[in-house]
Structures are given as structure tokens and as C-alpha cells.
């Protein structure tokens, strides 16, 4: 069954069209990630799956049933806000049954999912606290306790990462694809950064400008891209483009090669002016010149080169792409 | 931190400056309490002289008690102060949520008709507004004062708190409305209490003209039972002779209640409630 069906979506504010025809099916227990620039609409997208805005046209079917005009406690649905939104006045326990509270739940029923929530969250000992008593990392685990104790079929996360820091975010991240295996509940997870799709999810929707760009499993995305938007999103750092005449192709068609597929050698087809090393230990970043276009190849080990340096870069040719110039890949 | 904030001098000059405004802003208040507790004669013969012995004197306080029924004003002008302020914060707040939270088709223009109030006194409209009651046969009834004064502050009121509105973290009520609370429980439950300081504004600035206005309850509620404090007060100012012992002892009792009023708010204004709510 599936657990979300977006049909031919459309949505503006007054004469700004925010979403284009979008159409995606969530299937039950899979997590899927929203990603894109800012301002390409996915979290419009994710208030509009949640009820928290109409739709201008189309279908939202949540399990099956048709939603659009549902408002958003009645969708099965839960939220994990960017910001938290915890409510300031209430403790962390009041935090998380008052929405069982609001669907009429029983004592009993409300008090064992808080127990049960907050043990899988490990927040026993904070339950009695204030919002404004925790860390950020304690609040966003009482933000998606709030989510987990209404046991809905589908679960949104908002860029629940972006407000933590970088060592937190990296746990966080883990907690939440744990919680997904222990939950197997939907998701779909908004995020700006890649790292978070390609880790979390099992399926990846790109999003530009309103519209879906591609949809697919991270390592369909990144081996097949259908574009040269998608192709550049994903990985880090992000493919090389360059006009295919530097390498001896026709001069209207892109080529794209991903960092990690150029190495060093004496004879490659490619010469460069190196203009910048990062020496990461595991593996060195080497940022170049080629003519006027810079390409950076991410060399696996540590390497000896320094700035200013010539080399040459070989590839294989089974591992560049090629795109039109509409962006367009051609196969 | 900056140096120039902690630098001692600074600090005096400041403090320095405070000091001389207060002492200036409360001269006038001194000056009617000390002489409020005056003979008549004290008072003329050495208006800054605290009273002592010879001087002490409560005549003004009995003459308030006896002549005139000056609890009753009292309680007219709590009472027209209190309401008032109520409906113009109970009001204006769900105005301000409405015009800041929705969109709606001439959101913008309500807004602008609303700030409009701001700049047009009301005052100009006491004929209009005095043929209004006669009709409704609201004159000489605290009704007629409360509805003045609740027209008179929204504009501002709701000018002030949607600017703060639109600052409640949209987050907040979206996770309210996601967990099923009705959009009165979030107006009422999550954005007023953040509004919390905002809204004491707002009580403070319409507390005081109301408190103190003389014109309205002058036009539209003269008749014995409905006098305000302000109003009340004047029986003792006479065209020929004035009881200052009287009207001194009145003001300086008509000054306590505002002040109560007014550390109510203020500790509002102080409090900040809102920190972990979001971020």
C-alpha cells in the first residue's frame, strides 16, 4: 500500500507558482528525502502534504484516502519543525501528550507512549524540564518525541538537522534512520544538504524550481543522473563541468566528471595548473585550472602536490557524462 | 564586551542623566503630595517646604471624604479603565492575529484603515460621537466612556502587537494547528503569552490618557453617578475660590491606583518568557 500519493500538484501564492505538477508516491515503511536549493519548494511541499497549506490543484492521498481538505490533525500525520516548536509553557512530557490529550486519548493510553517515547529518545531524565532548561540537541529529541508518540502513518521532517551543530547533527542523523528501522513507519524528510539524502534515504526526490528534477534511490541518483541539475547536486564536492571541446568532443555538449573519478598521471588527457590543495588524510582534494574552467578531483590517500604545480589528470571514459545544452544528459 | 559601555565615567554620565530626568519627571508629583498634607495657608506661604508641626494638616483628605461622593468616582473611573484597557488588548490582539496570521483578500487595507485611527484624533469626532449615544441612549452610562476609549486605543494596539505577531515563530503555531489545537487555543495558549511584553505596552500607553481624560467623561458622562476621578476632582476647582487642599489630596489619591496599574505591567514588560521556545 502506499502511504502518500501526490497527484498533479500544483500550488502558487497569488501569481507565483511555488509548485509545478508534482506527482509522487511514498510507499509504506520507506523514507524518502525532499532535496533541492533553497527556494525550490520542498518545504512548501512538505506543508502541503502536512494540511498546512491548500493545494491550488491536484490530489493529496494520505493512505489511500483523499486529503486535501483535511486539516492537518485529523491526516495521521506528525511534524518535526526546523525550529522545534516546542511549547514554551508546557514541560517536556506535557510537550508530547498534548496532542493525544486534543484526539481524546484515555490516561493510560497517553502515559505509555510518553514512557515509551521518551525511553527510546533516552529523555527519562529531562521529562519533568522546561524547554528553555535543555540543549538543542535534547530539544530536538523531545521535538521528535512529540512526532513519535502519535504513531502516524506518515512522518515529516522539516530540516530537523540545520540548527545543530556539526558533531550533533552527525548523531542526530543516526538516531533518526535508527528510529526509522525500529518505527518502520513512512518518512519524508526535507533537507538542503546532500549529505543527509544520499545517508538517510531510500528513495531521494530532487526538487528545482518547484518542479521534480528526479526521483530515485541515492545511488541511482548519483550513477544515472538525468540532468546535469541532479548531477551537480549530489556528490561532494560536486562534478566537473566543462565544455567537451577541451577534450576533443563537439563543442555544444557538456562534459561531467565526478571528482572522485579523475586521478593523476603522467600522460592523462587532461592539463591542468593545480590553484589549491586540501589535505584531508584520507584523501586530498586537489582544486586545478584547466584553461578558464576550474576542476577539482578528489584523490584518494595523501599526495605530495602544492599549488602552482602542472599535472595531468586521466579518467575513464565510461565515467563522464554527457549532457546537451539544455542540461539534458545524453547517453 | 564593548569598553566604551563599561568605561566608569560613562557609566556616571549615564546614571547621572537618569537621575536628573526622574528627579525632574517626579518634582511635580512631590510637590502635590507634600502640599496635599498642608495647611491652606502653609501651602501659599512656602509651596516646597515638607510639612511639619505647625503645617500638618488632613483637611484636604476629610473635605475628599465628606463632599462628594469620591469612592464612588473612584470606582467609575477603575472600573471605565479597567474594561477599557481589556477590551482594547482582548480586541486588538485577535485583530492583529487575524491580520498578521492570514491572508486574506484586503488584508493589506484593513490594516492600513486600522493604522488610519492613529493619526485621526478622536476627539474631532466628540459632536458625532455625543449625537451617537443620545440615540442610543448610552449618555451618562460608563458604557459610553468604555466604547470610546476601546476605539480610541485598538488602532494603536493593533498596530504594535501584529508587528510583534509576526514575529512569533510560524513553527510555533503550525506544530499547535498539526497537533490538533483550535486556532483560539494557539492564539490564546501560544502566541499571547509570547506577545506577553508587547501587549503590556500597550496597556501602559492607553492606561494613563484614560485614566487622566477629562473631556469625555466631561461630555458624555457628567450626571452624579457616572463622574470618573478626573472629573469628580473638579468640583473643588471653582471659577472664583479653589480648594487646593481638596484637589491636591484628590490627585494624590488619584495617582495610587495607576501606579498599582502600572508595576503590574511593567513587570510584564521585564519578564521574558519566551526563551526555548524556539531555537
Redesign the interface.
Same mark, same amino acid.
Given at each position: 500500500m502506499t502511504a502518500l500519493t501526490l497527484q498533479n500538484v500544483n500550488k502558487s501564492f497569488g501569481k507565483v507558482e511555488v509548485l509545478k505538477d508534482i506527482n509522487i508516491e511514498v510507499e509504506d515503511g520507506e523514507f524518502v528525502v525532499f532535496v533541492g536549493p533553497s527556494g525550490c519548494g520542498k518545504s512548501t511541499l512538505l506543508r502541503v502534504i502536512a494540511g498546512l497549506e491548500d493545494v491550488t490543484s491536484g490530489e493529496v492521498r494520505i493512505g489511500g484516502e483523499l486529503m486535501n481538505l483535511t486539516p492537518p490533525s485529523k491526516r495521521g500525520i506528525a511534524m518535526v519543525f526546523q525550529s522545534y516548536a516546542l511549547y514554551p509553557h508546557l514541560n517536556v512530557r506535557k510537550n508530547m501528550s498534548l496532542a493525544l490529550k486534543q484526539e481524546g486519548q484515555s490516561k493510560q493510553v497517553i502515559d505509555e507512549r510518553v514512557a515509551k517515547a521518551s525511553k527510546m529518545l533516552n529523555l527519562e531524565p529531562y521529562i519533568d524540564r522546561y524547554p528553555s532548561e535543555l540543549s538543542g540537541g535534547q530539544r530536538q529529541r523531545v521535538a521528535i518525541g512529540r512526532a513519535i508518540v502519535r504513531e502516524p502513518k506518515l512522518f515529516l521532517f522539516d530540516e530537523p538537522l540545520s540548527n545543530l551543530d556539526a558533531a550533533l547533527r552527525m548523531n542526530t542523523r543516526l538516531e533518526i534512520a535508527n528510529l526509522h528501522q525500529q518505527l518502520d513507519a513512512s518518512m519524508i524528510y526535507v533537507t538542503h544538504d546532500q549529505t543527509e539524502a544520499m545517508t538517510l534515504a531510500d528513495k531521494i526526490v530532487v526538487l528545482r524550481d518547484g518542479r521534480v528534477e528526479q526521483v530515485g534511490s541515492p545511488m541511482e541518483l548519483y550513477n544515472n543522473p538525468a540532468n546535469q541539475f541532479v548531477a551537480g547536486f549530489l556528490g561532494s564536492p560536486s562534478m566537473n563541468f566543462f565544455p567537451a571541446s577541451l577534450i576533443g568532443e563537439s563543442a555544444d555538449i557538456t562534459t561531467g566528471i565526478r571528482p572522485e573519478d579523475l586521478f593523476l598521471t603522467d600522460d592523462g588527457p587532461i592539463s591542468a595548473q593545480i590553484t589549491h590543495v586540501e589535505h584531508l588524510g584520507g584523501d586530498t582534494n586537489v582544486i586545478a585550472q584547466m584553461q578558464d574552467h576550474q576542476i577539482t578531483a578528489r584523490l584518494f590517500g595523501q599526495h605530495q602536490v602544492t599549488a602552482g604545480q602542472p599535472v595531468r589528470f586521466g579518467y575513464a571514459v565510461d565515467r563522464t557524462y554527457r549532457f546537451d545544452p539544455q542540461g539534458v544528459r545524453l547517453s | 564586551m564593548n569598553k566604551a559601555r563599561t568605561n566608569p565615567l560613562n557609566t556616571t554620565a549615564m546614571h547621572g542623566a537618569l537621575i536628573l530626568y526622574t528627579l525632574i519627571a517626579l518634582f511635580p508629583v512631590f510637590v502635590i503630595i507634600i502640599n496635599s498634607f498642608k495647611t491652606r495657608r502653609a501651602i501659599f506661604r512656602e509651596p516646597l517646604a515638607l510639612p511639619d508641626a505647625d503645617s500638618f494638616s488632613l483637611i484636604g483628605y476629610q473635605t475628599v471624604m465628606k463632599q462628594g461622593d469620591f469612592f464612588l468616582y473612584f470606582q467609575n473611573s477603575m472600573i471605565v479603565t479597567v474594561v477599557s484597557l481589556t477590551f482594547i488588548l482582548l480586541f486588538g490582539a485577535m485583530a492583529a492575529f487575524a491580520l498578521s496570521e492570514y491572508r486574506f483578500k484586503g488584508n493589506l487595507i484593513m490594516g492600513l484603515y486600522l493604522a488610519l485611527g492613529i493619526m485621526i484624533p478622536i476627539r474631532i469626532g466628540t459632536v458625532a460621537i455625543l449625537e451617537m449615544m443620545v440615540a442610543t441612549g448610552l449618555v451618562n452610562t460608563l458604557w459610553a466612556l468604555i466604547l470610546v476609549y476601546t476605539a480610541q486605543g485598538l488602532p494603536l494596539a493593533v498596530f504594535i502587537l501584529s508587528e510583534f505577531m509576526r514575529q512569533v515563530?510560524d $513553527? #510555533?503555531k $503550525? /506544530?499547535? @494547528?498539526? $497537533?490538533? #489545537?483550535s486556532e483560539y487555543t494557539i492564539f490564546f @495558549? #501560544?502566541v499571547l503569552? #509570547?506577545v506577553r511584553p508587547a501587549m503590556a505596552t500597550v496597556a501602559v500607553f492607553n492606561m494613563i490618557p484614560i485614566w487622566n481624560d477629562l473631556w469625555f467623561p466631561l461630555i458624555l458622562a457628567p450626571a452624579e453617578e457616572t463622574k470618573t476621578l478626573t472629573l469628580g476632582s473638579q468640583v473643588f476647582i471653582g471659577q472664583f475660590v479653589t480648594d487646593w487642599n481638596a484637589v491636591l489630596s484628590a490627585l494624590s489619591m488619584a495617582i495610587l491606583p495607576v501606579l498599582v496599574l502600572y508595576v503590574i505591567f511593567s513587570r510584564q514588560l521585564i519578564r521574558g518568557?519566551?526563551?526555548? /521556545?524556539?531555537?
Open positions: - | 515563530s $513553527d #510555533l $503550525d /506544530a499547535g @494547528r498539526v $497537533d490538533g #489545537l @495558549r #501560544l503569552p #509570547l518568557l519566551t526563551s526555548g /521556545a524556539v531555537k
